[in-house]
């Protein structure tokens, strides 16, 4: 039996499937790779804490040496693949996708989805960093998003800003008058100040 398993931080999180033979093992891991490959903002907070994942095959064929993987900053990490009564056959990094509340909707969406929804015409679109948030405006219309913290705040503006070159005008680092003017803007439209201030949604968990 051969299991591939999702990682958080070098622990086993889930079993993500089981199968009989090595080689569906194999063919599922490969699929979940490429589509790992695929994600352009990927998890890197969760409960407030850093977080990495990896998926991997574990099963009862035994590995006698340390096998490793390459981390998201190029690292070479090196791991003893024995679990229990079970050996890590293959580990690869993974790009788990992160997701953005949707404030307009209050569901939570993928970065494809923020894409093709609210940047769908030719039109250009002013893109400011606020906090936790980012607000899109074009010509009258405005909406808000909010993450996890300040920080995937900014590696979204960054993400759109590579991708939608000429379509967007950022302002990650706005000054105070372009900072009055957007919290007075999205107050008169109903937001609350409170939520607007706020720089995070999750904390860390006390150990």
Same mark, same amino acid.
């Given at each position: ?8 931080? &070098? ?5 993500? $499937? ?48 340390? =096998? ?11 791991? &003893? ?13 993974? &790009? ?19 894409? $093709? *929804?609210?940047?769908?015409? /030719? ?17 009258? =219309? ?24 000429? $379509?967007?005008?950022?302002?990650? /680092? ?9 919290? &007075?803007?999205?107050?008169? *439209? ?16 006390? $150990?």
């Amino acid at each position: 039996m051969f299991k591939v398993i999702l990682f958080k931080n &070098n622990k086993k999180k889930k079993v993500l $499937k089981s199968f009989k033979t090595e080689k569906k093992a194999n063919d599922f891991f490969d699929k979940l790779i490429i589509n790992s490959e695929k994600v352009k903002f990927r998890e890197e907070f969760n409960s407030g804490s850093e977080v990495e994942y990896n998926i991997g095959i574990i099963g009862d064929k035994v590995i006698l040496e340390k =096998i490793f993987y390459t981390d998201s900053f190029g690292r070479t990490i090196y791991i &003893n693949p024995k679990i229990g009564n079970e050996y890590i056959q293959k580990i690869k990094d993974f &790009n788990k996708e992160e997701t953005i509340f949707d404030f307009q909707t209050k569901q939570k969406i993928s970065y494809d989805d923020l894409v $093709k *929804k609210y940047f769908k015409n /030719d039109e250009v679109y002013m893109v400011s960093k606020l906090n936790n948030k980012i607000v899109i405006q074009n010509q009258t =219309i405005t909406n808000i998003f909010s993450l996890k913290n300040e920080y995937d705040c900014s590696r979204l503006v960054d993400i759109l800003q590579g991708d939608l070159i000429g $379509k967007t005008i950022v302002s990650k /680092d706005i000054n105070t008058i372009h900072r009055k003017y957007i919290y &007075n803007l999205l107050v008169e *439209k109903g937001f609350k100040k409170d939520y607007l201030y706020r720089k995070r949604t999750t904390h860390p968990k006390q $150990k």
